[in-house]
């Protein structure tokens, strides 16, 4: 059985950016993880000790969102590495990290990247 942990749309602001205004300013990030782990043992057991709580995933994501990177890119890779670490038993991680309204003078709703490690 092929298993995921999904957190959608994590709303967190943060102060990403090139440009000195966005890391005085800050900005709404929308993060989107999904982690391939065996959650074969917790279907059965039901018990929280089997599995990898999400709450401690987003604790993570919120606290490498709050180190300044200039890039997304960045960002996104050490949120992979630090889950990694974390948990050794997530086998894959894809990460889709969006900025709202990025300073580029186009009309959109989002800036996007997406890692798959």
Do not use: W
């Not at 949120?79 to 003078?105: A, Q």
């Amino acid at each position: 059985m092929e298993s995921y942990i999904l957190l959608e749309n994590l709303k967190i602001f943060a102060r990403h950016g090139v440009l000195p205004q966005e890391t005085l300013v800050g900005n709404e990030y929308i993060v989107n993880l999904k982690l391939a782990v065996d959650l074969s043992k917790s279907c059965q057991t039901d018990n929280l000790d089997d599995t990898i709580s999400y709450a401690e995933v987003y604790e993570i994501v919120k606290k490498e969102m709050e180190i300044p990177s200039k890039l997304l890119e960045h960002a996104a890779y050490r949120i992979i590495c630090s889950l990694k670490n974390r948990y050794v038993e997530i086998s894959k991680v894809e990460i889709k990290l969006s900025k709202r309204n990025p300073p580029m003078g186009a009309q959109m709703d989002y800036a996007s990247i997406v890692l798959i490690k």
